[in-house]
C-alpha cells in the first residue's frame, strides 16, 4: 500500500447541531430479569449527555438501546421525527449516529489509515462494482474517503500511525484511532462508551477537551466510570440505578442529589462530604465499577 498523504484539503461540514435524540418508556428484560424499567433519556441539540451509575445499574443496556444493540420491549427512541426502535445499527450510521466500543475494536490486518476510512463508509458515492472493476469514478471516491480519514485523524493528532498497524500501537492511541473512525463520519450524534478506560489522567484531559470541541458541530452521549470526566465536559447527566433513572439535571444537580450519594455509596454516608468525592471521581464505588457486561449494564 502507498503511503498516505499528510495532508488533507477535505472541508469539515459547516453545521450546527439541530437534531435531538429522545428516548422515552425504554424497557428492557433479559430471561426474565429486567435490565431497565422506564428509563426515559434526551439527548439536546449540541450538548454532552453523561450516562451514568454504578456497575449494574443498566447503563451499558440503555447505551445498547441507542445504538440498535438491543431491541426494548417497550418504549420509543425518536430520531429527527424518526422512530428507530426496530433499527439495525447499519441503518443508524445512514442517518448520521455513530459510536464508540469500550474497547477499540479495530481490525489487526488493515493499517490505521484504512481501519478509520471503514468508519466513512457511509459517505462513499461509488457501489460495489464500480470499485469490483476499478472504474474511474471509484478512484476518485476512495482518494476523497482517504482525505476524509486522514482529516479525523489530524483532529486527533494521529496522522504519523496511518500506516501502521493498530497491533503495534499503545492502547492509548489505539483508543484514538478508533474515536477518529467515529468522527471520520461527521456523525450529527456520537456515542461515547467508556472512551477514557486506559488513558493516563493528561490523555483524560484532552480528551475532554476534544468532547467537548466536537460538541459544536454535534451531540454526544457518553457513558463513562470516570467521574471528574463527567462532571467536566457534561451539560446534562442521566443518572441510573437498579435498571431505574434516579436522577436527570445538570451536573451541579447531579453532584449535590443525596440519591446520587446514596446509589454509589450505600446508606450511611455523609451525603456533604461524599457528593464532593463523587464530583472528583475518588468514589471507592466508582474505581470497582470498571468492569461491567456490555449487554446486562
Known amino acids: 500500500m502507498a503511503e498516505p498523504p499528510l495532508a488533507s484539503t477535505t472541508q469539515?461540514?459547516?453545521?450546527?447541531?439541530?437534531?435531538?435524540?429522545?428516548?422515552?418508556g425504554i424497557h428492557v428484560a433479559f430471561g426474565g430479569v429486567t435490565a431497565l424499567e422506564d428509563v426515559s433519556l434526551t439527548v439536546e441539540p449540541g450538548q454532552v449527555h453523561g450516562l451514568i451509575g454504578p456497575n449494574g445499574a443498566g447503563k451499558t443496556t440503555m447505551f445498547n438501546v441507542a445504538c440498535g444493540l438491543v431491541r426494548p420491549s417497550s418504549g420509543r427512541i425518536v430520531w429527527r421525527g424518526e422512530e428507530l426502535r426496530r433499527l439495525r445499527p447499519a441503518q443508524l450510521a445512514?442517518?448520521?449516529i455513530a459510536r464508540t466500543l469500550q474497547g477499540v475494536g479495530l481490525?489487526?490486518?488493515m493499517t490505521v489509515l484504512e481501519n478509520v476510512m471503514v468508519g466513512a463508509h457511509r459517505h462513499a458515492k461509488a457501489g460495489f462494482f464500480s470499485a469490483l472493476f476499478a472504474i474511474p469514478t471509484a478512484d476518485k471516491d476512495?482518494?476523497?474517503l482517504r482525505r476524509r480519514a486522514m482529516d479525523a485523524l489530524a483532529e486527533l493528532e494521529a496522522t504519523a500511525y496511518a500506516g501502521r498497524y493498530p497491533g503495534s500501537l499503545p492502547y492509548p492511541v489505539q483508543k484514538r484511532v478508533a474515536l477518529a473512525r467515529a468522527l471520520v463520519a461527521d456523525p450529527e450524534l456520537l456515542l461515547l462508551d467508556e472512551p477514557a478506560?486506559?488513558?493516563s489522567e493528561d490523555e483524560m484531559h484532552e480528551l475532554g477537551e476534544l468532547i467537548r470541541s466536537v460538541a459544536s458541530r454535534m451531540s454526544v452521549l457518553l457513558v463513562e466510570h470516570h467521574m471528574d470526566l463527567v462532571m467536566r465536559v457534561c451539560d446534562r447527566i442521566t443518572v441510573l440505578d437498579s435498571g431505574r433513572q434516579i436522577a436527570v439535571g445538570t451536573p451541579e444537580e447531579i453532584r449535590a442529589d443525596p440519591a446520587v450519594t446514596e446509589a454509589y455509596l450505600g446508606d450511611d454516608v455523609d451525603v456533604d462530604a461524599d457528593?464532593?468525592?463523587?464530583?472528583?471521581?475518588r468514589s471507592t464505588a466508582q474505581a470497582a465499577a470498571g468492569t461491567e457486561e456490555a449487554t446486562r449494564g
Open 94 to 96: 445512514k442517518l448520521g
Open 107 to 109: 481490525f489487526p490486518g
Open 12 to 24: 469539515r461540514p459547516d453545521r450546527s447541531p439541530t437534531a435531538r435524540l429522545e428516548m422515552t
Open 197 to 199: 478506560s486506559g488513558l
Open 142 to 144: 476512495e482518494e476523497r
Open 275 to 281: 457528593a464532593a468525592e463523587l464530583s472528583t471521581g
